[in-house]
């Protein structure tokens, strides 16, 4: 069965300008996570969903990250106005439910901001 | 400050040979614990999973142990193969998951012919 995508694989944009990735779930999940993976770290948590709804927006690192999700299935993560660093790969995970454990990922968006 | 901890970086271990992957916590509010693998240009793989009631799952080559004592886990791979070379992360969750989970760095697994 299809796994969750992510859309654009890659992204290289100026500083100041806006960017917005792309994921769709697993068929079904209603859980959706976003996460970051920058050089030579560990996956950072930014957001969690459980179906269109955020409680809690607090590990977003500035103003400048929004997030959405929409009929339960696609959601969207926005950057404005890039920083240099922002530069890093993420990674959206979807689980079953709330209580789901096992959260399945993405290949994830590649950002690069010069 | 880091609340799951991988501290070896990497780990070269012999084909045929046990690699055993270690993992540090702090926060005692974290009740179940995951492994994921990840291959270059790929997300994590789900690997594994423990609850915090039990101190031992196993899964084929994969085994999982828990020290709540000691904040402690480890995942045993035996016997190693060549394909089981990647980054592996461990996580933590607390309230169900519900705040995403906390990862370590990660350990460079390298499995030598």
């Known amino acids: 069965g299809a796994g969750v995508s992510q859309s654009p694989s890659n992204k290289v944009t100026e500083k100041g300008k806006d960017v917005e990735l792309r994921c769709d779930p697993i068929s079904g999940h209603t859980a959706l996570y976003w996460y970051r993976q920058s050089l030579g770290q560990g996956l950072e948590f930014l957001i969690y969903?459980?179906?269109?709804?955020?409680?809690?927006k607090s590990g977003l690192p500035s103003d400048r990250f929004s997030a959405e999700r929409t009929g339960g299935s696609v959601s969207t993560l926005t950057i404005q106005r890039t920083q240099q660093e922002d530069s890093a790969v993420y990674l959206c995970?979807?689980?079953?439910?709330?209580?789901?454990?096992?959260?399945?990922f993405g290949p994830g968006t590649r950002l690069t901001v010069t | 400050d880091q609340q799951v901890k991988q501290n070896s970086p990497s780990l070269s271990v012999q084909e045929g040979r046990i690699s055993i992957l270690n993992c540090d916590y702090t926060?005692?509010?974290?009740?179940?614990f995951l492994w994921y693998k990840k291959y270059p240009a790929e997300g994590p793989t789900f690997l594994i999973s423990?609850?915090?009631?039990?101190d031992k799952n196993e899964d084929g080559r994969f085994t999982v142990f828990l020290n709540k004592s000691a904040k402690h886990l480890s995942l045993h791979i035996v016997p190693s193969q060549p394909g089981d070379s990647a980054v592996y992360f461990c996580a933590a969750s607390a309230r169900g998951g519900a705040d995403g989970l906390t990862f370590g760095k990660g350990t460079h697994l390298i499995i030598q012919p």
């Open positions: 969903f459980q179906g269109n709804s955020a409680p809690d």
């Open positions: 423990i609850s915090s009631i039990k």
């Open positions: 995970a979807s689980s079953a439910d709330r209580g789901g454990y096992e959260q399945y």
């Open positions: 926060n005692s509010m974290f009740d179940y």
